[in-house]
């Protein structure tokens, strides 16, 4: 009797003991919401999201609550941050302590269950896979004339499809293919014609973003949650959309495989495979088909969708703002001739073209939030201590939207990135990229397609729509712009 008491008091110590360990903020973490043991802040921040209209708000208000430039929570056994001024975002951006990514559920749910590919991995990994990437890309053109000329062929299908249509354009659909051409030919060495195709992988990516971002951080914290409702919790969708995913990439790595021969390196998939084959004997080698596949991936993620959306942002803005876009129509005419070949590096040219870019990527920040840190052994960070494995949550919105800096961050206001004298003001406030280490790869192609893009079509067309815009985002992963479609009316 006596030693069933004792177990009931020893049991209630250690259950008092681990629920007030849960309770229990690191020492000198920063200052946030107070969590629920076991749960942490998950349910709370996701009602957060809902009422603010996305996370990288709902972390804004939470700093504003707590009067702090860093947010410190809980989510499931996760110790998450939230960085949300300059200094702080620039500081985890290039600090090397912060160079890691997450080993957890959700970053291994995007890569088919594996630690593999370039944007989820860190370490020797990382350092490898990127540095074989950035050297092949650049080998078949990346950031050079060829990939202009990859740029300019798909941009002549956009304007024969504006020249040939009556009706509204969906710009979304229109260029998605485009940049998904451009990218998918630099990996595989062909573009995807056939429209069906094309249409199902630009639909699987989209559905992929939106069913991440509807459960992708839910099932991180609570990732037992999928056993019980895998419907519910998105989790069977997910699975659904990586296995057609893979088989899309898996298709085109086997085609690879039945026609390599020694030495053939005129795509990203050949090098990798004769990579594959120079170090086939040795046993921990990294270069295998699932980090080919995933590398692939990554290409296809990283570049696609942020790029896509940043144009169509960019032409959304010149329907809301008329007396901008004329103002580009001014410039346009002024600089260039009729039929003068236009090329990325003519944009210094035309300063005040490359204002209203950047002050498209300020006002429509893309990517809100962006990609997940880990930090790789304890370290400060302003005044707080933040422990090893900590997940830092950069939040760029913030960034972008930062009052006290921009003054009227709400006003769409190109001029504030020119200086008396109409020339460039280059900001480093603007992170659309990344800094540091981890910065895009594919920001020389996305660039150029933006530049390109706008610069070409806006040269020709004037922009309208007969429906009522108001320039709201649409929030996920990456964010989009309401639906809408343009009428593009000829300008000669």
Not at 218 to 240: D, E, I, V
Request: aromatic share 10%; hydrophobic share 40%.
């Amino acid at each position: 009797m006596l030693t069933e008491i004792l177990l009931i008091i020893l049991s209630a110590i250690l259950s008092c003991w681990f629920y007030l360990n849960e309770c229990k903020r690191p020492k000198k973490y920063p200052p946030g919401p107070s969590w629920i043991p076991f749960i942490g802040n998950g349910p709370e921040l996701r009602q957060l999201a809902k009422q603010c209209g996305g996370q990288h708000l709902a972390f804004s208000a939470l700093a504003s609550k707590f009067d702090t430039e860093v947010v410190g929570l809980k989510l499931g056994k996760e110790n998450v941050i939230c960085v949300c001024s300059y200094d702080t975002v620039k500081q985890v951006l290039t600090s090397q302590q912060y160079q890691g990514r997450p080993d957890n559920f959700f970053m291994r749910l995007r890569s088919f269950g594996l630690r593999k590919g370039i944007t989820g991995v860190d370490g020797e990994l990382w350092k490898e896979q990127r540095a074989f990437l950035v050297s092949h890309l650049r080998a078949l053109g990346f950031g050079r004339s060829a990939m202009e000329e990859m740029i300019k062929e798909e941009i002549k299908d956009i304007l024969n499809l504006i020249e040939n249509s009556k009706e509204g354009i969906d710009l979304s659909a229109t260029v998605s293919p485009s940049v998904v051409n451009i990218l998918w030919k630099l990996t595989s060495g062909k573009s995807i014609k056939n429209n069906n195709d094309i249409t199902k992988l630009l639909d699987l990516l989209k559905q992929r973003s939106k069913a991440f971002d509807m459960s992708g951080g839910f099932l991180n914290h609570y990732p037992w949650l999928r056993h019980l409702a895998p419907q519910k919790t998105g989790y069977s969708l997910l699975q659904t959309i990586n296995n057609q995913i893979r088989q899309f990439i898996m298709e085109a790595v086997n085609e690879h495989k039945s026609q390599w021969t020694e030495g053939r390196s005129d795509d990203f998939i050949y090098s990798f495979l004769g990579e594959m084959k120079k170090q086939n004997y040795y046993d921990n080698s990294n270069f295998t088909d699932d980090q080919l596949i995933i590398v692939c991936l990554d290409i296809l993620i990283a570049g696609s969708t942020t790029t896509n959306h940043t144009i169509d942002f960019a032409f959304l803005a010149m329907i809301l703002y008329p007396e901008i876009q004329a103002k580009v129509h001014k410039c346009l005419d002024t600089e260039f001739k009729k039929d003068e070949d236009i090329n990325y590096n003519d944009k210094q040219r035309v300063p005040y073209i490359e204002a209203v870019l950047l002050e498209c990527q300020r006002m429509f920040a893309v990517v809100p939030m962006v990609g997940p840190r880990r930090v790789l052994s304890e370290t400060s960070l302003s005044e707080f201590i933040i422990p090893k494995d900590t997940t830092v949550l950069i939040n760029l919105h913030s960034v972008h939207h930062d009052k006290d800096y921009w003054k009227d961050p709400e006003i769409f206001k190109p001029e504030r990135f020119l200086d008396a004298d109409t020339q460039l003001i280059c900001s480093d406030r603007i992170l659309t990229f990344g800094l540091g280490k981890r910065r895009c790869l594919g920001d020389a192609l996305a660039k150029s397609c933006i530049f390109l893009f706008f610069v070409e079509i806006l040269r020709r067309y004037r922009i309208e729509s007969s429906e009522k815009l108001t320039g709201k985002q649409v929030p996920g992963i990456t964010m989009s712009p309401e639906k809408y479609k343009a009428k593009f009316v000829a300008r000669f």
